[in-house]
């Protein structure tokens, strides 16, 4: 795996580990986070989950987008009374809601997944700083936009009903980092310290 050895924090001057094609960094030795836009490192929020569970294999953290966002559905029809069993009868709704976006390499049925699963469960309610690393942000800011959306789409094509027109906006808040443990398992393996989802890394 390659690496690029010149990158220095902007806040307390300590060299930075940043894999090849790394979007955002880490830096473990002050806790600072940054974002590479335009060859300029931007200060980005990181904060960690703690695993609420042991488990076999060695524990390292991958970097999910905390995303904050507040979404109009402005409009939704459909066979089989989605809107009016759930809303009333009101064709719109507005609510705020969390996504947990993986930044990592995984699998799209993988990132599909664990992106739904944690943005349906919201499990981390006290994120902290951790003295740890944490590499392979593949995804950035604007990957994450087009993320969410294919996140809420696929919540929506999920329903009991059938989807024939779908319209909403998205208001994006705040973007941060949170680092989430998993268990490394044998055979490539990864098993998240917080929900207990397991997918496997076929690169």
Same mark, same amino acid.
């Given at each position: 795996?390659?690496?690029?050895?010149?990158?220095?924090?902007?806040?307390?001057?300590?060299?930075?580990?940043?894999?090849? $094609?790394?979007?955002?960094?880490?830096?473990?030795?002050?806790?600072?986070?940054?974002?590479?836009?335009?060859?300029?490192?931007?200060?980005?929020?990181? $904060?960690?989950?703690?695993?609420?569970?042991?488990?076999?294999?060695?524990?390292?953290?991958?970097?999910?987008?905390?995303?904050?966002?507040?979404?109009?559905?402005?409009?939704?029809?459909?066979?089989?009374?989605?809107?009016?069993?759930?809303?009333?009868?009101?064709?719109?709704?507005?609510?705020?809601?969390?996504?947990?976006?993986?930044?990592?390499?995984?699998?799209?049925?993988?990132?599909? $997944?664990?992106?739904?699963?944690?943005?349906?469960?919201?499990?981390?309610?006290?994120?902290?700083?951790?003295?740890?690393?944490?590499?392979?942000?593949?995804?950035?800011?604007?990957?994450?936009?087009?993320?969410?959306?294919?996140?809420?789409?696929?919540?929506?094509?999920?329903?009991?009903?059938?989807?024939?027109?779908?319209?909403?906006?998205?208001?994006?808040?705040?973007?941060?980092?949170?680092?989430?443990?998993?268990?490394?398992?044998? $055979?490539?393996?990864?098993?998240?310290?917080?929900?207990?989802?397991?997918?496997?890394?076929?690169?």
């Amino acid at each position: 795996m390659f690496k690029l050895e010149a990158v220095k924090c902007k806040k307390c001057g300590s060299g930075l580990l940043v894999e090849l $094609n790394d979007k955002i960094t880490y830096c473990s030795s002050c806790g600072s986070g940054f974002e590479f836009i335009d060859d300029e490192m931007v200060d980005i929020e990181i $904060n960690f989950a703690a695993a609420s569970f042991r488990d076999e294999g060695e524990l390292i953290y991958k970097p999910f987008l905390y995303i904050k966002t507040h979404i109009d559905i402005l409009e939704r029809t459909n066979t089989g009374g989605f809107i009016t069993k759930t809303f009333g009868k009101e064709q719109q709704a507005s609510f705020d809601l969390i996504f947990y976006i993986p930044a990592f390499h995984c699998p799209l049925d993988s990132m599909k $997944n664990l992106a739904q699963s944690f943005t349906a469960k919201n499990p981390v309610a006290s994120p902290q700083k951790f003295n740890t690393k944490l590499t392979g942000f593949v995804y950035g800011k604007e990957d994450a936009k087009k993320l969410c959306e294919f996140i809420l789409i696929s919540f929506e094509a999920e329903k009991s009903d059938t989807m024939k027109t779908f319209r909403y906006k998205i208001d994006f808040k705040s973007f941060e980092i949170i680092g989430i443990p998993f268990y490394k398992k044998a $055979n490539n393996v990864f098993k998240d310290g917080v929900l207990g989802i397991e997918y496997q890394d076929r690169q």
